[in-house]
């Protein structure tokens, strides 16, 4: 039985996520994208989607982006 990265939930259907040459247990992706997913430096949600990005600095969207001062950037389609 598995131990959650994130809740520390033992379940017998844990996944494995690797990143970045660590690995983690997972008993849902809900625990999976809290623990592993980067947050929008303005809005504060979890990038989940394809985000845009300007150097190291991760945005859910352009409008985000465009309010933190970046122009520039389109989302994704």
Known sequence: ????????NQYDNTFTVS????SFDFDS???????LAPTCVQ???RV???GV?????????A???????ETGLVDHN
């Open 19 to 22: 990143k970045d040459g660590e």
């Open 29 to 35: 992706f809900e625990c999976a994208i809290h623990k």
């Open 63 to 69: 409008h985000c982006a465009e309010m933190a001062g």
């Open 53 to 61: 990005q300007h150097d190291d600095t991760i945005f859910c969207c």
């Open 43 to 45: 809005c504060g949600c």
């Open 1 to 8: 039985m598995g131990t959650c990265a994130t809740c520390g």
């Open 48 to 50: 989940v989607g394809h």
